[in-house]
């Protein structure tokens, strides 16, 4: 039996209690893999609902995969392949009228890359054309596909390989987004890490079986340094090693996060994109195929930790990190300069010799400090609350940010166009016979759906006859739990449209006792403002998954124009907010502008103001009123603050406060000069002051 000595198996224990403290323990692990899963849900099924369906979307990486910290702030990684190319190794795979490309993996390509030969669509014969900025004419008359079609994908972004990156703002991640396409085949590269299984050798069998199922990807990357290089696509089997991740035990998991955090801590710092952590990755699979499983047990944390370390020493040295699957692709080619290995190698040495006492010197996450108060038996403060509630404030961003691209297909449709479109949407979700977490992720959009439907049925019985019809209402309550309060005050908004106050009472009454202020947290995606979570939010969420979000969220109410009926008139100027100067200054991410948006919290107030003074209840109106001035000075996640203070200004023009309405609408300006609609009210402000004085 193998024995750890004590003093490794004290600092083993003592790590693997730190690293649970901070989020790495297999309940977070699985929280975090359910929650990036179940976002991945959330985009592809709505693209299909929305007819795209030659997109699909994978989110891989350190985020998914469970493999990260706060501190780390570890980006989020899509991969978008489009499924019109038709990727394949064998001719007997072409198939006729689709875009079919060939990959060719000979000696003249690097391992682990391949090329893309154009076929013709109507034989399968290699295809004829010149070349250009995306296909390039060999001496032979072959055609290939080059991968400057990246730099397309990618406009607006900064490029990092394959990648991408959106840069994130304070407390947002920043978000890499690969373009790849799809190969249902195992690559021919990899054939042989399916062959090569001795008994009780880690991949089993059985998972080896399922990556061979996952086919393989290819992104558009060269290899540095090749001949090829802007021909060349790199082989990707980023499914086959999800499934590699998630077959690791707790200790494998937490040996991987803490070579990351060396990493981030001792070598990023000074030799910036030498050593990746996909190459950290691939070392500690090889380690755990190369060693017995009993040795991958917490309290010895420690030895496997500086085994993966001398592993990666080793691989410095020789200047060759080789692929888990692919071994042929070096990982390390072209990577280490001869300036910076001794120093690199250095830092390495003296950490492995160390004995577990430079962990102590690691800020990231305040592990070294959290490592030292455990050796005095103290407890420092868990995560998980702030994890979880991250977690699932993602969630809710993620949904917002899938149905806005609904909303911008909407936005310019009639009345009559958007019921069609909508129906066929809810139809499809109905009729597709989704599972696990697919059907978690339909049951959250056909909420909204629904909503958004009755609410757009309301707004045209309301211009026709006004009043609204009972199927209308049906579709509006099948998403009342979307979240607390948005969808409630969407049925609010339109029961004070057709004047029946008494029941938009009810229901604001009813949003103001269920909208706990020290728990909900108000959701918008429109822009990225940092927030700052509420501490009862957190707590609550670390004890559920998505099913909390329904009472601890509270989205922004977003109005198309052709719900524009079912808008009181204060608000309706937000879809007129940009003169044709603004436009100019608008991007594609400012598409929302053309609608009605408000975040919940204070629209509840300006409705409560509203239907109060419909009552003739004075002093509950008053008492709104100061809510609203309350929400808006002291509530620090509002995402439309501006929007809130012209609604609050339209109020105090009903009190008849005119220097107040003016100072709303000029703090209004002062957070968003331009597009605003604030212009407009205080134009027409002023006109009627002038005028009423003459």
Same mark, same amino acid.
């Given at each position: 039996?193998?024995? %750890? ?50 997109? +699909? ?35 007997? #795979? ?35 054309? #010149? ?15 080059? =991968? ?14 394959? @990648? ?13 987004? %690969? ?98 952590? $996909? ?35 080793? =691989? ?52 070294? !400090? ?47 166009? @958007? ?33 958004? /439907? ?11 006859? =006004?009043?609204? !019809?009972?199927?209308? +209402? ?8 979307? #979240? %607390? ?71 922004? %109410? ?48 300006? /409705? ?10 004075? #002093?509950?109106?008053? @008492? ?40 709303? $609408? ?20 002023? !006109? ?7």
């Amino acid at each position: 039996m193998y024995q %750890v000595p004590n003093y490794t198996q004290t600092v083993s224990m003592r790590l693997s209690e730190v690293l649970a403290d901070i989020g790495v323990d297999e309940r977070m692990i699985l929280k975090r893999r359910r929650t990036w899963l179940l976002r991945e849900s959330l985009i592809n099924i709505n693209d299909q609902l929305l007819d795209k369906n030659s997109i +699909l979307t994978h989110i891989f990486g350190s985020q998914s995969e469970g493999t990260t910290t706060i501190g780390m702030q570890s980006d989020l990684d899509q991969l978008i392949y489009n499924k019109t190319f038709n990727v394949i190794q064998d001719w007997s #795979d072409w198939i006729p009228g689709v875009g079919n490309l060939l990959m060719i993996q000979d000696n003249s390509v690097s391992p682990g890359y391949c090329l893309l030969q154009c076929l013709r669509v109507d034989v399968p014969l290699s295809a004829n054309g #010149d070349s250009d900025q995306y296909f390039f004419k060999d001496r032979t008359g072959k055609l290939f596909f080059t =991968n400057s079609i990246v730099n397309i994908c990618n406009r607006d972004r900064e490029i990092h390989g394959p @990648a991408g990156i959106l840069k994130g703002q304070s407390g947002y991640n920043d978000l890499d987004k %690969v373009f790849a396409l799809h190969c249902t085949t195992w690559p021919q590269q990899a054939r042989q890490w399916l062959d090569q299984q001795d008994e009780d050798q880690w991949p089993s069998a059985e998972m080896k079986q399922y990556c061979s199922r996952t086919g393989c990807f290819v992104v558009g990357v060269g290899c540095r340094g090749s001949k090829h290089e802007q021909l060349e696509w790199r082989i990707s089997t980023s499914l086959a090693e999800r499934c590699l991740m998630f077959n690791l035990n707790i200790t494998q998991i937490r040996c991987y996060v803490l070579m990351k955090v060396i990493l981030k801590a001792y070598i990023t710092p000074f030799f910036q994109d030498v050593i990746s952590s $996909y190459m950290c990755k691939t070392v500690v699979f090889h380690c755990i195929a190369n060693t017995h499983s009993n040795i991958w047990r917490k309290n010895n944390l420690l030895s496997c930790l500086t085994q993966c370390l001398y592993l990666l020493y080793t =691989n410095i040295i020789n200047e060759n990190c080789p692929h888990f699957i692919i071994p042929g692709n070096n990982l390390m080619r072209g990577k280490i300069s001869p300036a910076v290995k001794p120093y690199i190698l250095e830092i390495l040495n003296n950490i492995i010799n160390s004995e577990g006492v430079a962990l102590l010197g690691i800020k990231c996450d305040a592990l070294g !400090s959290r490592l030292h108060l455990k050796f005095y038996n103290l407890c420092p403060f868990k995560e998980s609350d702030i994890i979880s509630g991250t977690l699932l404030f993602n969630l809710a961003l993620g949904k917002s940010h899938t149905l806005t691209e609904t909303c911008n297909l909407l936005k310019d449709s009639s009345p009559n166009e @958007a019921v069609e479109k909508l129906k066929k949407y809810i139809l499809k979700a109905f009729y597709c016979q989704y599972e696990g977490l697919a059907k978690t992720a339909s049951l959250l959009l056909l909420r909204w759906y629904c909503t958004t /439907l009755g609410s757009v049925l309301a707004s045209r019985n309301i211009c026709l006859y =006004n009043t609204v !019809s009972a199927d209308a +209402l049906k579709l509006i309550s099948l998403g009342l739990t979307t #979240d %607390v309060a948005s969808s409630k005050l969407k049925l609010a908004s339109i029961l004070y449209c057709v004047q029946e106050i008494q029941k938009a009472d009810l229901v604001i009454s009813e949003i103001e006792r269920s909208y706990d202020l020290q728990i909900v947290e108000s959701v918008c995606c429109c822009y990225q403002f940092e927030k700052i979570f509420k501490q009862g939010f957190a707590q609550l969420c670390d004890n559920y998954n998505e099913e909390v979000l329904q009472y601890t969220t509270a989205s922004c %109410v977003r109005f198309l124009p052709c719900e524009i009926h079912c808008v009181p008139t204060e608000l309706r100027y937000e879809m007129f907010r940009s003169t044709q100067e603004d436009r100019m200054f608008r991007t594609e991410d400012d598409e929302w502008m053309d609608c009605a948006v408000v975040d919940s919290l204070p629209y509840l107030y300006f /409705l409560q103001y509203k239907v109060y003074n419909h009552l003739g209840r004075h #002093d509950q109106k008053q @008492a709104a009123l100061l809510k609203l001035i309350s929400t808006i000075k002291e509530e620090p996640n509002l995402g439309h603050r501006e929007t809130a203070l012209n609604i609050l200004g339209k109020c105090m023009e009903q009190e008849g406060r005119a220097g107040d309405a003016l100072q709303c $609408y000029s703090m209004s300006l002062n957070i968003r000069r331009r597009n605003n609609a604030a212009k407009f009210h205080m134009s027409i402000l002023l !006109s009627v002051l002038i005028n009423t004085r003459t």
